[in-house]
């Protein structure tokens, strides 16, 4: 049995080719939830649905979010209304006082639909009515990912890190935005002071999450503030990766990132922007995966690989050497 | 200037015609909102919104509900997923507990949107978040309705009957059920011990409506217990009706309704399911317009013509008589 930790794109692409050396069955994929918000009173979860995409097979692979060929016929229709009736776009948060009441797992996160700032698809929002419908009839998060992943065919056990809220939270010169609206609908682009896990500290691991951080853990190539950041910041996953034997893979080549805001946000948090950055972030992990152009010297065991991974043939190169560098570290 | 009372069926197919005897720009259309539902979170008004799409020429005319050519991606989807997930359908009730919980004006119909029970199209979709997310940022219903109106450039003024929520309880011998679970899911079958607007002693009538019924006020050919029931229910809106000059449309002809469960309501409520029935309900009217064969006697005002309406030149005739009664009986 191995666990993988995930955020939204590095990780699901190491996933992608994964089979031929970690079987499904014997693989757990706990996903980041800090990313997650509530838009139009639905709890979209980024990262946990691009693993559960990816495993249902229905992934867009171009975005790495989505469900590939899916309409937005209804994302389409809430920008043109609110065009027609003069409505502004953007990110609409709810006041202060709605962001923590209602549903606890939304705290912080909560966006009007009005002219809907991310693109929900059509096929996609269904997930969102159905993950919240049965949040709101009484079930954990961890349960309605269970029926969501076997609705969809998922052939790992998916598992949320926390059934707690946790919200990424940027801090930039012009004030605090969740982490959405700083990626999605800001481009990455405002400086970035600092970044926050709101709830994070009140947020505790899942019995079902320490279940599976006992098992070796490979933590993917991710972004380590923002991806793999949230879950180290619940109670029970630090310590957890501190007892076990842990492969991290770096999302880095010495000091260029493959792709998205992880050297930005390294950067901000006090952090070097690169592999050897990312080896003092994770004091917990026993080995690394590093890609053969890398040549940071750590004082840790490592294992290196064309890490570039734009196929599932790639990705399966890369899980092999995880798979080295497991056997190393043990 | 003129008011409308209108549930969603027999009116709006009167005001699909009412242009050329009631300007619209002289005219106020008053909603029931007795049968709006919360359903996966979203305020849907079927009523308001029948009115609404009517009046931006984008209702579906075969079944007066719904945006014409409209797709159904994201319900079809909510359906795939809960039979994939093993999730049953039906109409799922959140809790006694959120029933009354979050926003007030959803109280008491409160629905997951697990296997969504009502057909809610992709573009119809949007106008729900969109009404939700400005209701969330703070606006009155009655404020949001405007500017729905406005962006579906709407001729009419649309006005709520209230800011406060009603919710249309249907009494059965398996115990009390939501209107739209009896009328949608359960199409009408169950046996109707009582009707209850909950809700209703306690709304108001809003002063937008107040100063509406202060102009002669037409009651369209709508079910008297459901549609025009819950308004009556409103404080505020019986006593402006008896103050002022109102003209009724029955549904009727003598004992035989047009459509709908008006005849099934008005018998399990104590009142005869008839035109005669209509009239000692609408104590406050004081002129009816009757269908030509309709030889009820009244002791009030009585205009007659062909009542049925399947094109806008019915309607226009309907109106007409409407004009005649209204001049009549002032």
């Known amino acids: 049995m191995v666990t993988f930790l995930s955020g939204g794109t590095g990780t699901p692409k190491l996933l992608a080719g994964v089979e031929p050396v970690f079987p499904a069955e014997e693989t757990t994929v706990v996903a980041n939830t800090g990313d997650d918000v509530e838009l139009a009173g639905h709890l979209v979860c980024p990262d946990v649905d691009t693993v559960l995409f990816l495993g249902g097979d229905v992934i867009d692979r171009e975005t790495w979010w989505g469900i590939e060929d899916d309409t937005a016929v209804t994302h389409d229709e809430l920008h043109r209304i609110a065009a027609d009736a003069d409505l502004a776009g953007g990110p609409r948060y709810l006041d202060d006082e709605a962001q923590t009441s209602g549903r606890d797992i939304a705290r912080w996160r909560r966006f009007s639909g009005v002219a809907e700032f991310m693109h929900i698809g ?24 269970r029926r969501l992943a076997d609705a969809l065919g998922v052939p790992w056990t998916v598992l949320p890190v926390t059934d707690d809220p946790v919200a990424s939270m940027v801090h930039t010169p012009e004030g605090e935005m969740h982490f959405q609206e700083f990626w999605v609908a800001r481009d990455g682009e405002p400086t970035v002071e600092d970044v926050e896990f709101r709830g994070g500290a009140e947020a ?127």
């Open 122 to 145: 059509d096929r996609d929002r269904a997930i969102h009515l159905t993950r919240t419908g049965l949040l709101d009839e009484g079930h954990s998060l961890t349960t309605v990912t």
């Open 204 to 330: 505790v691991a899942t019995d079902a999450v320490r279940d599976a951080l006992a098992d070796p853990v490979i933590v993917g190539p991710s972004n380590p503030v923002t991806s793999i950041g949230p879950m180290l910041a619940v109670e029970g996953v630090r310590e957890a990766l501190e007892a076990t034997t842990v492969v991290a893979v770096s999302p880095f080549v010495g000091e260029e990132v493959f792709s998205g805001p992880a050297a930005k946000l390294m950067a901000a948090t006090g952090r070097e922007p690169s592999t050897a950055g990312v080896a003092a972030a994770y004091s917990f992990a026993d080995a690394f995966v590093l890609d053969a152009a890398d040549e940071t010297e750590l004082d840790r065991s490592v294992v290196r690989t064309d890490t570039e991974m734009g196929t599932a043939a790639d990705a399966t190169r890369v899980a092999r050497a995880v798979r080295d560098a497991l056997d190393r570290a043990r």
